[in-house]
């Protein structure tokens, strides 16, 4: 979850990710990074490395147990590991937008193909 200015008091757990590449946006330095919880999340930037936030800021947030893929400049958090697993608790398995055209299986999004 890559955002500029998250409301206060923010958590982001357990949750699975491969984000979209990155789009130019105007940075705000003004973020109050201290209240967001980030922990317990598997976050791939497969074939798209980049940081695990946009400003230095970000690096105040709580983050601990994620399991990272090609996220760079992780030296700006700690992410501390612990007992519990990141990620799910149990793999997701659902079709979803318009008329079903979109899948979820485990983590992983996908299309139904055109008939």
């Not at 949750?15 to 922990?39: G, H, I, L, M, V």
């Not at 930037?45 to 996220?71: H, K, W, Y």
């Not at 612990?82 to 996908?110: H, I, S």
Request: hydrophobic residues 25%; glycine residues 8%.
């Amino acid at each position: 979850m890559w955002m500029n200015d998250p409301p206060r008091s923010s958590r982001c757990e357990s949750t699975a990710t491969s984000p979209a590449p990155r789009r130019p946006r105007a940075r705000s330095e003004k973020s109050d990074f201290t209240t967001f919880r980030f922990t317990g999340n598997i976050i791939e930037c497969i074939g798209t490395a980049r940081p695990p936030f946009r400003n230095d800021a970000g690096g105040s947030a709580v983050i601990e147990n994620n399991r990272l893929t090609d996220v760079t400049d992780t030296t700006r958090c700690s992410n501390q590991p612990t007992d519990a697993r990141p990620g799910l608790e149990q793999p997701l398995k659902f079709k979803c937008g318009v008329n079903g055209k979109l899948t979820v299986d485990g983590w992983k999004p996908g299309k139904i193909p055109a008939k």
